[in-house]
């Protein structure tokens, strides 16, 4: 009997920070048959560095992202999405154009959805801005009332309470972990002895580093350097 892989609910946003590179349509001069042509549309390919991170930084981050998506390819870990979660990636900016391209590592890895303690419909018209959307969100969380969200928002910051639905999601789903950078609902939680859960909250990295020996030394080795050689651009 196989054990029963770590099952991660992870916040799909992620998908959109794992593509390090894609195609932007640019004004470009070529050469052509002896003459001198300008492409309006010539597609080119550049890395992504993500918003308000570093070249470097976001290297990193794309690199622990695809380790993660490595562990839910060889079967080490199961990955989970949820409606809501969807529907916050529907709002991000990039949003859909960046899934399934040769640059996504997780385009081969199969993301299993879980239904949400408490579900909700969308309709997305075209006159809506991201203010309403978000809006109309806060106010359906502010309804919920059962028992244990309510618990949850009474200890987390009301910004913070789509995290903890996400928690709470996992938490009615038996799952072992919820993968996000965001850590004010793990802060909250720490803050205070009257509300726990079973659920862990982990980054990216903390999930790689506890499933991959290699890569837990690697971080190992470049934080020693980068102590010693605080500008070695690691």
Not at 64 to 74: N, S
Not at 113 to 133: H, L, M, Q
Request: charged residues 30%; aromatic residues 8%.
């Amino acid at each position: 009997m196989q054990p029963r892989r770590f099952r991660v609910l992870v916040d799909t946003c992620l998908r959109n920070e794992a593509v390090s590179y894609e195609y932007n349509l640019a004004s470009k001069r070529i050469v052509w048959g002896g003459c001198e042509v300008l492409l309006p549309n010539f597609a080119e390919l550049k890395e992504r560095c993500l918003r308000g991170k570093s070249r470097n930084d976001s290297c990193r981050i794309h690199a622990v992202l695809r380790r993660v998506a490595h562990l839910a390819e060889t079967g080490r870990i199961q990955l989970y999405d949820s409606v809501e979660l969807m529907f916050e990636w529907m709002g991000r900016a990039g949003g859909p154009s960046l899934r399934r391209t040769e640059f996504d590592p997780f385009s081969n890895v199969r993301i299993s959805r879980v239904k949400a303690p408490v579900e909700r419909t969308v309709v997305i018209g075209a006159c809506d801005s991201k203010r309403d959307f978000e809006t109309e969100k806060d106010r359906w969380l502010d309804t919920i009332q059962e028992p244990r969200f309510r618990e949850l928002k009474a200890v987390i910051n009301r910004k913070h309470w789509a995290d903890a639905f996400h928690l709470w999601t996992a938490e009615a789903n038996d799952l072992d972990c919820v993968l996000t950078f965001e850590n004010k609902v793990r802060n909250s939680l720490a803050n205070q002895k009257r509300v726990t859960s079973d659920v862990e909250i982990l980054s990216p990295i903390e999930l790689a580093s506890r499933f991959d020996p290699v890569y837990r030394l690697q971080r190992k080795v470049v934080s020693a350097v980068v102590k010693l050689f605080p500008k070695s651009g690691l």
